[in-house]
């Protein structure tokens, strides 16, 4: 099925289309021609479906012009161009469909152009970017980041900069370090408090402090008196400076706090009226620590605790379109699986649990418009590239207000009452009466079995659970739509589509993972301790670089559940690397960014355990040296020399031959109990009689040897 955003390239022609927006109802796709040389295009669907069905057209995962990039990546020169031009563009890019028909494009446009005073040129430019680049916020990042000095400060040169002033004869004075680093100073002091003094206030209190001098009166008092005014800075250049150095969410949270900001003054991407009008318009995300107490897979007597539930539930539809058991989080880690598997193919997931499921049953693969979340794991950098690289508008609910996601909060509380608590391991409220049993013990679910009751239960729900407390437009009634979450969701896709957008599941994994960066060295790409290698690395020489000029950082992102791996992103986002862990760190595999820190840790604290007990081994160790030395020194000072020095050192060879012999007298291997020697004589003429004359031999060297 064709979905908006996504890659389709004729074969005949060879050109490359981007799906813009879908209209089933009227069979109508409006499509965008990515060299962008003309504007979209509306065709027939089901025309186009026909030519994907025959080979004619194919869907391309890959996509050249989409710049998935991590928040960090971006300069911030670029992020302020990108967020101008979206300052004025988002109005129009967001009116759809009516954008992308023709005479009511030229409308819009015209009216645009008159109401922000860009050219329809200048429009018709930066729409194009946006069709073209994956109809995101970062479509309007620069194509080029070093050309121009636009942004960078230009140095005095004794010179006043900026314009003449226009009344007055004194020229003024030039913002350098020393002025700016006072700006600071009473920029803290006396505005970014909680008595919110005005900006007026906050300049005079600062030239007070800084540019006036004491001076005495004819009777006795002290006066401050101002400089001379070339040496003080005007109110308009401490605001310039101000308006430069903080942005406006700066200026909120400083002066109001950040509590303050999130309730008032937060920033809630996108238009606040827009209502749900079809399946993707909005989901909302949620997560609770199950009523229930699992084992393990590994050993069934050990308790493992409760589990972190994450669901995702389609507004328009109820339909449960992602989900997550495990053991992390509340987090952005789980709610990154949810995220991640809302966005996937729900058969291949289904099958790894043992449930065969057709395409049909849980159809649900793609990212929404809009997700609605709490305060926390869908809360900073983490989630700033879902927004910018995914164009995903998240809107976080206050605290206290879970009220504003009443329908995913009723549909946890629906799958506690009617399975969870059927469970053995359920939390029961009558653990802390006197007497109660302790359900803990109950437990013998694991979390894999777990899981598959709640993937039955939520196939229960998407497929067979009628939702009494639906209310059908006109629309549905008309059609007599069941209000059952997959007939609401089909519906919605013949009728209400244009939300939905599909992203491949590599790039939608790379885009929810953490990001970092990574040391290139000669031994190897450096990452918390491990040393990783790739093919990349090993053709385009990387370790030889580095040992030659020396080591240098790349961005990669990475799993922190398993650190077998890291992935070094391209430049362009859209594209990665695979590193593996090194043949010497293989004792890592498997283990997780948690477990990795505390071994390296218990080894530190091994490695520092006692460094009194080994200090003190080396000075008995230098101890026991000089003890031998001194009894050599001894020895050597009861040894007659010889005068000559020419004489001692004479017959060196021959010394070492002789201690060589004798070295290897001493040291020859002797098998076999020692003879004993007799000597009592009486004794020793009773036994030659019987001694054979081989052992008579034998004997006698014995003697020779002890005489020796």
Known sequence: MVSVNDILKNRTDGMTYRVLWLIRESDIAYIFELSGKHMPLAVSLKSLEQQIAEGVTEESSEDNYCRLLQENEIPEKDKAFRDVIWSFMEELVTCEPGIYIRNQRGRLVAKHAEKTGKTIYTIHRYLKWYWQRGKNKNAFLPA?????????????????????????????????????????????????????????????????????????????????????????????????????????????????????????????????????????????????????????????????????????????????????????????????????????????????????????????????????????????????????????????????????????????????????????????????????????????????????????????????????????????????????????????????????????????KLCLMPVDTALVTTTGIRFKGLSYLCERAALEHWFETARAKGSYRVNISYDPRDMNWIYIRGLSGSSFERCFLAENEKKWNGKSLEELIHQQAHERWLRNKSPGHELQARVDLATEVEKIIGEAEEMAKQTVIPASKQERVSHIRKNRGEEKQRLRQDEAFVLGEEHQIVTDISQQDSLEADIHPILAMIKKKAEDEYED
């Open 144 to 508: 080029f980041y070093n050309s121009g000095g636009r942004g960078k400060e230009r140095v005095a040169h004794g010179k006043k900069l900026g314009r003449p002033r226009k009344y007055g004869e004194a020229c003024g004075k030039n913002v350098d370090e020393v002025t700016k680093q006072i700006f600071a100073q009473a920029v803290k002091k006396y505005y970014h408090t909680r008595k919110e003094n005005s900006f007026q206030a906050a300049y005079e209190m600062m030239v007070k402090e800084h540019y006036t001098k004491p001076m005495m009166l004819p009777d006795g008092t002290e006066r401050r008196e101002l400089f001379d005014k070339n040496e003080i800075p005007t109110l308009a250049q401490f605001r310039y400076w101000y308006s430069k150095q903080y942005t406006s969410k700066e200026k909120l949270i400083s002066r109001k706090g950040q509590s303050k900001f999130n309730l008032d003054h937060r920033a809630v991407l996108g238009k606040s009226d827009i209502n749900v009008r079809g399946p993707g318009s909005q989901y909302q995300i949620d997560a609770t620590v199950g009523d229930i107490y699992l084992v393990s897979r590994f050993n069934r007597a050990n308790i493992i605790g409760r589990p972190v539930i994450y669901f995702i539930i389609d507004v328009f539809s109820r339909m449960i379109t992602g989900m997550y058991i495990g053991l992390e989080g509340p987090s952005w880690m789980g709610a990154m699986m949810a995220l991640a598997n809302a966005a996937t193919e729900k058969v291949s997931y289904c099958d790894s649990y043992g449930i065969t499921i057709t395409e049909e049953q849980w159809p649900c693969r793609h990212i929404p418009d809009t997700i609605l979340a709490d305060r926390g794991e869908m809360e900073g950098k983490s989630v700033e590239t879902l927004i910018n690289s995914l164009n995903v508008r998240v809107d976080n609910a206050p605290a206290y207000r879970a009220d504003m996601k009443g329908i995913i909060e009723q549909f946890f509380h629906t799958v506690n009452a009617s399975t969870t608590v059927f469970l053995p391991g359920h939390v029961k409220p009558d653990m802390a009466e006197r007497g109660g049993n302790d359900y803990r013990l109950d437990a013998k679910l694991d979390l894999h079995q777990f899981t598959k009751i709640m993937i039955q239960c939520v196939l229960n729900h998407n497929n067979e659970h009628f939702l009494k407390s639906y209310e059908r437009t006109e629309d549905m009634i008309a059609d007599d739509v069941e209000p059952i979450p997959i007939k609401l969701w089909e519906w919605g896709i013949r009728n209400r589509s244009g939300q939905l957008r599909s992203v491949p599941e590599e790039m939608i």
